[in-house]
Nanobody, 122 residues
Framework: QVQLVESGGGLVQTGDSLRLSCTAS????????MGWFRQAPGKERDFVSA??????TTDYADSVKGRFTISRDKNAVYLQMNSLKPEDTAVYYC?????????????????WGQGTQVTVSS
């Protein structure tokens, strides 16, 4: 079992930046493909970004391309969010997959964190 813990959310204004972090309690994340998803009130949990085990391959939802950057080291995965917009407001979830390739599909992730709230005011 992998217990993921997100941190770094908060209340910011339009145009501000935040950096989210995700760690695993008591273990490294090196054996997992990692992803970030977000869920706004009344909406589905949507893909935001993913990164392969090696860190060499990344992918982004069209809505965040050019503004968000995913990265990782052995112990954590990060989501740098720049030029934030009110529509980025959501609970952000970190997820880990045991699949050998990175994935954008929510159902392919095996472990999830509890989420961290990001609120962007206009």
């Amino acid at each position: 079992q992998v217990q993921l813990v997100e941190s770094g959310g908060g209340l910011v204004q339009t145009g501000d930046s935040l950096r989210l972090s995700c760690t695993a309690s008591g273990r490294t994340l090196s054996g997992y493909g990692m992803g970030w998803f977000r869920q706004a009130p009344g909406k589905e949990r949507d893909f935001v970004s993913a990164i392969s085990r090696s860190g060499y391959t990344t992918d982004y939802a069209d809505s965040v391309k050019g503004r968000f950057t995913i990265s990782r080291d052995k112990n954590a995965v990060y989501l740098q969010m720049n030029s934030l917009k009110p529509e980025d407001t959501a609970v952000y979830y970190c997820a880990a997959t045991t699949l050998p390739a990175w994935t954008t599909r929510r159902d392919n992730y095996d472990y999830w964190g509890q989420g961290t709230q990001v609120t962007v005011s206009s």
